[in-house]
């Protein structure tokens, strides 16, 4: 090994405690502004660095200290150096740092990319400009401030507890043009406050803050604040202090416009003061405080478990503990913690990878619809591979390494099988089952109304009655209808007397024609009015029983328009109906069979068969029994007193074979679940992914 010299701008600074109680020590590198945590053993190695030869320096450790160190120990530090770029150039070393670079950078496409994906603009250099404003700044950290906060907090939420209503609807106000900007204009100086509060808050410290500036996340603009320098800080609380500080300004902030809504009049300022609050709220418990990104809430947490490197030492742990899950490597565990933070650290892990993966997914979503569609598709591609497809790649090229280890292992090989089954299963043919909710009702269904204001003249039928068909149910009387058939009745036998005496002269011929005329006219008239009378004398269309008889119903009552006298309910058979999407209605045929429970239980299962499916879908939904609102599946709108499926669906009539006497006479609600045709699982997500790939491509 030929023996690297160290950079001479380096600094080292004492560090904080460990977990495991060691000292630590921080080296600083001045050029890049970049900070390493050395440990003991990396310490006292460094400290003995001009012995140049690692026999030496490993003896010279040994005789003065516990330590028991190896060559080896020795040499790992020295790959640290040069890798993190710690010692002096020798000959040849520009062109080996240059090809790192280029290696680093990669090809025009690849600096294009991580462009893309992340860059930061400096735009301010204000270190000078903190340091003067620093006296003023240290006023609003003071005991006395604090707590003229917190009771502003508290009377600022009870005045909106007060006025909950007039919050509520100013949120739903703002949702509009002028509003909106208004909470743009309110991010960009809440998110500069938040960012002043972490550079004053290191100033006090003793910290050097270089730039602020803009960073961006997939073209989504962040502001961000150097406090690299804060690593100098041997406390972790005080680390901790400057990274809680943009929250804590954002709660502020919060806190006295929530309290100026509270007691300020309507008008600008009060609306002001409304976007500043709600904002500063939002921002911070949404983004902010979140510690699955790299925010404030991440090295908040980071310092509070005292873990530097926090996702990146808990996604090993959780890498190791899956592949031990998996197939039982046996490797060394990458640290070691107490059983409850090593639990925890994994769990973390799986949280943050969850949450990532939907984070990401959602970014690339709104990247391609808010970007022009050719563009949009490729950076949907692009974060979707970088983001969620490159760490599975990642990970699979660890497994390919150990495959030597992992076939060797009885848990590997179980993982294995297990592996190939799973796959196999979605290329095997499995039976369709289409599971909706649908409604059990009599095949024939017959409300009775009244057609239009009259008397109930007679009722001859009770609850639970059985009716014949074409037997009369009720008889109404409607005493204006009967005036106009009177009427209409005498008109027409004028008419006829008219046309009955007319002569044969000219004069009497025409008069003839016309009186024909009017008395066709006159007998279409009260035929029209015999067939109305007829509907207030309601007959069975079909034979039946008769249900919802309303027990005060007297002979001699007035009933209005549209009023339901009866329902009668035919004795041939039931029905189960349900509506299915264009999807499951491809999976079923006339024919298949199926089954149905109701809701309660009741009756247990039935046995049906599909009977009919609608060519054309289903504009309006006809009962709202299946509708989600009530409990459903169908997804529904409501526009005009009407239930609009939200997509397209078919409705589907199943033959019920029996019918207990529990479920007779009445409609219920249950599962239906039918036995479709047999289909390969991974074809139907095949297909559906190339039908949304079709769909979008379109230009």
């Known amino acids: 090994m030929s023996w690297p010299l160290l950079r001479e701008e380096l600094s080292l600074l004492p560090g904080p405690v460990l977990a495991d109680g060691q000292p630590s020590w921080t080296l600083h590198d001045p050029t890049r502004n970049r900070f390493f945590s050395l440990d003991w053993l990396t310490f006292e190695i460094l400290r003995r660095w001009s012995y140049a030869d690692a026999e030496t320096v ?3 450790i040994a005789a003065d200290s516990t330590l028991q160190p190896e060559p080896d120990d020795v040499e790992q530090v020295a790959r640290f150096l040069r890798t993190n770029q710690l010692v002096q150039l020798g000959p040849g070393s520009a062109r080996q740092l240059a090809e790192r670079a280029t290696q680093g950078e990669g090809g025009r496409l690849k600096w294009l990319l991580h462009h893309y994906l992340f860059f930061r603009v400096p735009l301010l250099r204000p270190d000078a400009w903190l340091d003067r404003w620093l006296p003023a700044a240290e006023r609003f950290r003071s005991r006395t401030f604090a707590l003229l906060t917190l009771l502003a907090l508290l009377l600022g939420l009870t005045l909106v507890a007060r006025q909950w209503d007039v919050f509520a609807t100013s949120l739903v106000d703002t949702f509009t043009l002028s509003g909106l900007f208004a909470y743009g204009v309110a991010l960009i100086l809440v998110k500069l406050l938040h960012e002043l509060g972490h550079a004053f808050t290191a100033k006090r410290f003793g910290c050097r803050v270089p730039t602020m500036g803009v960073a961006f996340l997939v073209l989504w603009p962040m502001a961000y604040t150097d406090t690299n320098d804060t690593w100098r ?3 972790r609380w005080q680390r901790l202090r400057v990274a809680a500080a943009g929250i804590v300004t954002e709660l502020g902030i919060a806190a006295w416009a929530t309290l100026a809504w509270g007691l300020l009049p309507d008008g600008e300022l009060r609306s002001a003061a409304f976007v500043l609050a709600t904002t500063s709220w939002i921002a911070t418990l949404a983004v902010n405080a979140s510690p699955f990104m790299r925010f404030d809430g991440y090295f908040i947490l980071s310092d509070w478990l005292d873990l530097p490197n926090l996702h990146e030492r808990s996604f090993a742990l959780a890498r190791w503990r899956l592949r031990e899950w998996l197939f039982s490597l046996r490797e060394p565990c990458p640290e070691h913690f107490t059983p409850a933070r090593h639990r925890g650290l994994i ?4 949280i943050t990878w969850l949450y990532r993966l939907v984070v990401f997914f959602g970014i690339a979503v709104l990247v391609y619809h808010f970007a022009v569609k050719a563009i949009g598709i490729v950076l949907f591609a692009v974060e979707i591979c970088w983001f969620i497809l490159m760490p599975i790649r990642n990970e699979l090229r660890e497994w390919k390494t150990r495959w030597p280890t992992i076939r060797s292992r009885r848990r590997g090989r179980v993982s294995l099988v297990v592996a190939a089954l799973a796959i196999g299963l979605t290329l095997v043919p499995w039976p369709g089952r289409v599971t909706v909710s649908g409604v059990l009702r009599p095949a024939q269904v017959w409300p009775v109304h009244v057609p239009g204001p009259a008397m109930l003249e007679a009722l001859p039928h009770r ?5 014949a068909e074409g037997e009369p149910i009720a008889q109404l009387a409607s005493s204006a209808l009967a005036v106009r058939r009177e009427a209409a009745a005498t008109k027409v036998e004028q008419l006829r007397w008219l046309a009955a005496s007319a002569g044969f002269g000219s ?22 009015l015999d067939e109305t009378l007829a509907r207030y004398q309601p007959r069975a269309p079909f034979s039946g029983r008769l249900h919802d008889i309303d027990p005060d119903l007297q002979p001699g009552q007035w009933l209005a328009e549209g009023e339901r006298i009866a329902l009668l309910v035919g004795d041939k058979g039931y029905v189960v109906e349900t509506f299915l999407d264009e999807e499951a209605v491809k999976q079923i045929a006339v024919g298949d069979t199926a089954g149905f429970i109701a809701d309660g239980g009741e009756g247990g299962r039935l046995e049906l068969q599909v009977r009919h499916i609608d060519a054309d879908a289903t504009r309006v939904l006809p009962s709202g029994m299946l509708a989600a609102p009530a409990g459903g599946h169908v997804l529904v709108r409501q526009r005009r007193d009407q239930l609009i499926p939200e997509q397209g669906v078919y409705r589907v009539s199943l033959a019920v074979q029996d019918v207990p006497a529990t479920l007779a006479d009445q409609s219920w609600r249950g599962t239906v679940v039918i036995v479709g045709r047999w289909e390969v699982p991974a074809a139907r997500y095949l297909r559906s992914a190339l039908a949304v790939l079709l769909r979008e491509a379109g230009f």
């Open 347 to 350: 769990l973390f892990a799986w």
């Open 507 to 528: 004069e009497s011929r025409a008069r003839l024609q016309s009186a024909q005329e009017e008395l066709a006219t006159a007998q279409e008239e009260l035929a029209g």
């Open 58 to 60: 490993v003896d010279s």
């Open 463 to 467: 609850e639970g009655d059985s009716v």
């Open 233 to 235: 800080l041997t406390s």
